[in-house]
């Protein structure tokens, strides 16, 4: 869908349907409503009055205005109560409207800013409408042959602006488009069916966002990684077919002199488990399992065409986890390309094994920060439920700023100690480590083991296994897919001040 930022006035907008707002429990009409409604005779005060609706959280009532102003119908949106108005709440108010148009077939749509609203953050309203209509209305029919004459698409939703505020709408659109234009990429690589998202054609995917766009590209591939000694990435990697590649994105944004904050993906394009196979239910979902690389994929493409002043590298070791005569079994030993070595006691903790490699490939930049993304761990869905991103790091700051990156997108984090204690449990007593430490804890045991790979830099670990996959939907989350971590890492990057 396009928007458009257009100078006018909204009562005096032709449209199929014209999307306004109302707080709950607020008796004097918004001033766009209420000079719309004078034009049309008082009907959208009836309809309130009527009890049709009441301005609740998201609530949607389509009103026909029959030829009053040129709008074919409008749109009331409810957005609750003004003292308890977030960013959250308008991007699911306009998800919801954008959909209830959606249903009705509308091609084009009309919108005006109520700055009131939000009157000291205009440009997070801004961004808050532009994420919740486009994001809203995503939909992955790339595999689809039968009723796809029924999907139904909205074509453009126009936001309406007056002379003064036009160009601070404009360019905030523009911004926010780039960054939803980012996280749908995502939905579509985590979307995609493991034979047709193979490490090959992930590393494609990446040599595919440098070409309009300041980012430099290498693939390492078996040889290569063999040649530093990756062998813990090369030891998940051994049962499959299909070759692993090791992805190295490049954006220097700003001054070549600054240490650059460096991004980690887990990219397993399919995870069976290995040996240690996983049940069968649900083994499907496991094509995700490169949602936190796909997420650094996408972060780089906005970073790079928001012209963001950092510098950016981004690292994906993208492989397939699987059962084989060359696979790793439990009770091997691999060394990793730190040098140390990893008993191997679940080969299905092997997200850990190609993330310690990754991490310590991260020392070449002297890096001012590590984030790693990865849906790493069941426990954290247990732990913390489908929406909420396990947070552990070493460094209070980055966690600090990460956090507030996170109540800013909607992407929420919650932090999980590290204590020394929590290393106890991957402790070996044959190897330097092991892979898993057993149920206990083991989102923290996860992150301990990671700790022993990045060095004395500051980092942080996000653990997005529960909102990376969604069973059910969200307003501006559809099932499937999500997409987390783009709009998280992007703010977070806006705000760095290691510029």
Known sequence: ??????????????????????????????????????????IIGEVIKNGDISGKPSQVSVVYIKG???????????????????????????????????????????????????????????????????????????????????????????????????????????????????????????????????????AINAMEITTRRNISCRILNREKMAEFGMNALLGVAAGSCEEPKFIILEYWGGKKSVAPIVLVGKGLTFDSGGISIKPAEKMDEMKSDMSGGAAVLGALAAAADLKLRQNIIGLIPATENMPSGTALKP??????????????????AEGRLILADALTYAWKYKPAAIIDLATLTGACIIALG???????????????????????????????????????????????????????????????????????????HLDIAGPAWRNKEKPYIPKGASGVGVRLIIEFLKNYPGK
Do not use: H
């Open 1 to 42: 869908m396009k928007i458009n930022v257009k100078k006018g006035a909204i009562d005096k907008t032709a449209a199929d349907a014209i999307i306004l707002t109302m707080f709950q429990e607020e008796k004097e009409l918004p001033a766009d409503v209420a000079a719309i409604d004078a034009r049309c005779g008082g």
């Open 331 to 348: 009770g091997d030993i691999v060394k990793s390309y730190s040098g140390k070595t990893i008993e191997i006691v679940n080969t299905d």
């Open 68 to 202: 009053k102003v040129p709008a074919k119908r409008i749109v009331l949106v409810g957005l609750g109560k003004r003292n308890e108005i977030n960013p959250e709440k308008i991007r699911e108010a306009f998800a919801r409207a954008m959909q209830s148009l959606r249903n009705l077939n509308v091609k084009e749509a009309a919108t005006v800013i109520d700055f009131s609203i939000m009157p000291n953050a205009k440009d997070k309203l801004i961004q808050a409408i532009a994420e919740g209509a486009s994001l809203g209305l995503y939909q992955y029919n790339n595999y689809k042959t039968v009723g796809l004459e029924d999907v139904r698409e909205i074509k453009q939703l126009n936001i309406v602006a007056g002379e003064k505020d036009y160009l601070l709408i404009d360019a905030e659109i523009k911004k926010a488009k780039i960054i939803t234009d980012a996280v749908c990429m995502v939905r579509d690589l985590v979307s995609s069916p493991a034979n047709d998202m193979t490490p090959s054609i992930m």
């Open 386 to 460: 489908d929406d909420v991103i396990g947070m552990l790091g070493n460094d209070e700051g980055l966690k600090r700023q990460i956090a507030e990156a996170a109540k800013a997108s909607g992407e929420l984090v919650w932090e999980l100690p590290l204590w020394e204690m929590y290393s106890e449990p991957i402790k070996s007593d044959i190897a330097d480590y092991k892979n898993s430490g057993g149920r206990a804890g083991s989102t923290i045991t996860a992150a301990a083991f990671l700790s022993k790979f990045v060095g004395d830099y500051p980092w942080v």
